[in-house]
C-alpha cells in the first residue's frame, strides 16, 4: 500500500521497533519511516534491518521529530504511531476506514474506547486534558493525546506546527478544529509500554495545559480573557468578603478594599475583552463564509 506511510517517533525503542515493523510489514504496509531522536540503543540499527527508511531528527522532542519527518512524507495519508509496542498495527485499518469511506480527515485511536492499561494518575490526568479541550474548543473528544492517528497530507499541509514536545498532538488536534478539518474518533487498545517512558507526568501535563490554553486566544477569546477575568474576580471576592467581616467587627483596611475593588474592576474589563474578542472572531468567520461564497460563484 504505496499511498500510506507509517510514521513512528522513537527514542530508544529497541524493545518494540522491530515487532512494530513486522507486524505492519505482515499488514501489507510497507512504507516505513522511523525518526529517531538520537537513541544511544540499537533503535536505528533494527529499524533499518527490518526495514524501514530511518532519519535522525534535527533538534530535541518528539514534536520536532513528527514536524521534520511529515515535512519529507510525500504519501496521501500518514498514520503516526507510537514505537513503544502499547498500540497495535494490526488496528491500522480501523483507523485508514474513516479517511477511506470520506467521513474523516484526522482519525484519533481512542485507547479508551476498551478501558486501555492506563495508571490511575494518567487516566485522570487525560481525562481532565479532554474535558478543558472541550470546554476551550467546543469538541467533545475523548483521546486528544493519542499516540496512534491517521491523516492526509492534504489536512497536514493545513496545519501550522510549531511544537517541539509531546505538545505536538494537542496542536494538531487544536489546528483542525481550528481550520474545520474533519475529526473521528475510532476505539482502539492500549496496552503496557516496554522499556522507559520519556513522558514526566507533571512537567509535559502542565504544558499541554498551557498549549491548550494558549493556543485558545483567537479561536475562544471569551474562554482565554474569562478565565483571567474570573480568576481577578475570585480573588476580589475572597479579599472583599474579608473587608466587611472585618468591617463588622470596626475594623476597616483602606489598603485591602482598595485591592478588591482594582480587582474586580479588572476581572470585569478582561471578561468585556473577551466578549469583545468573540465578537470580531464571529465577525472575522462571517466575513471569511463571504469571501469562500464569492470565489465559489466566480
Ligand atoms: N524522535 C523522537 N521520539 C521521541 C522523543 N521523545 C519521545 N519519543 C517517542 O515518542 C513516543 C511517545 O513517547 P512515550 O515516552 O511513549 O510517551 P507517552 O506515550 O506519552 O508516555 P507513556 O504513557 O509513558 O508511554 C515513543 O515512541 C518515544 O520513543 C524525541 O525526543 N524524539
Ligand atoms: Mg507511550
Redesign the pocket.
Known amino acids: 500500500m504505496k499511498e500510506v506511510c507509517i510514521l513512528?517517533?522513537?527514542?530508544?525503542?529497541e524493545e518494540?521497533i522491530g515487532g512494530i515493523i513486522r507486524e505492519f510489514k505482515e499488514n501489507g504496509f510497507e512504507d516505513i519511516f522511523v525518526?529517531?531522536?538520537?537513541?544511544t540503543d540499537s533503535?536505528r540499527e533494527i529499524a533499518k534491518r527490518e526495514g524501514a527508511r530511518v532519519e535522525v531528527?534535527h533538534g530535541?522532542?518528539?514534536g520536532?521529530?513528527?514536524r521534520h519527518a511529515l515535512e519529507r512524507i510525500e504519501e496521501d495519508i500518514i498514520v503516526i504511531?507510537?514505537?513503544?509496542g502499547?498500540y497495535s498495527p494490526s488496528e491500522v485499518r480501523t483507523l485508514l476506514a474513516p479517511i477511506r469511506n470520506n467521513e474523516a480527515d484526522h482519525v484519533i485511536g481512542n485507547r479508551f474506547g476498551f478501558g486501555g492499561a492506563?495508571t490511575l494518575s494518567?487516566r485522570v490526568g487525560n481525562w481532565v486534558l479532554n474535558k478543558v479541550f472541550g470546554l476551550g474548543y467546543g469538541v467533545k473528544l475523548k483521546d486528544i493525546?493519542s499516540?496512534y492517528r491517521a491523516l492526509t497530507k492534504d489536512c497536514v499541509r493545513e496545519m501550522s506546527l510549531k511544537k517541539e514536545?509531546?505538545e505536538i498532538e494537542t496542536e494538531m488536534v487544536v489546528e483542525s478544529v481550528k481550520r474545520g478539518i474533519r475529526i473521528k474518533e475510532v476505539p482502539i487498545r492500549y496496552e503496557k509500554?516496554k522499556?522507559?517512558?520519556?513522558?514526566n507526568?507533571v512537567r509535559?501535563g502542565v504544558r499541554i495545559l498551557y498549549t491548550l490554553y494558549t493556543l485558545a486566544r483567537i479561536y475562544n477569546p471569551m474562554f482565554y480573557f474569562g478565565i483571567i477575568g474570573s480568576l481577578f474576580i475570585a480573588v476580589g471576592i475572597i479579599s472583599g468578603v474579608y473587608v466587611v467581616i472585618e468591617w463588622y467587627k470596626g475594623i476597616s483596611h483602606d489598603l485591602l478594599t482598595v485591592f478588591t475593588s482594582l480587582m474586580i474592576i479588572s476581572g470585569v474589563q478582561f471578561l468585556m475583552f473577551g466578549l469583545l474578542g468573540d465578537i470580531l472572531v464571529t465577525l472575522q468567520k462571517d466575513m471569511i463564509e463571504v469571501l469562500r461564497d464569492m470565489i465559489k460563484k466566480k
Open positions: 513512528i517517533p522513537t527514542l530508544n525503542e518494540s525518526i529517531d531522536g538520537n537513541s533503535t531528527q530535541k522532542g518528539k520536532t521529530a513528527v504511531i507510537d514505537g513503544d502499547t492506563f494518567h493525546l499516540g514536545g509531546f509500554r522499556g522507559v517512558s520519556k513522558l507526568f509535559d
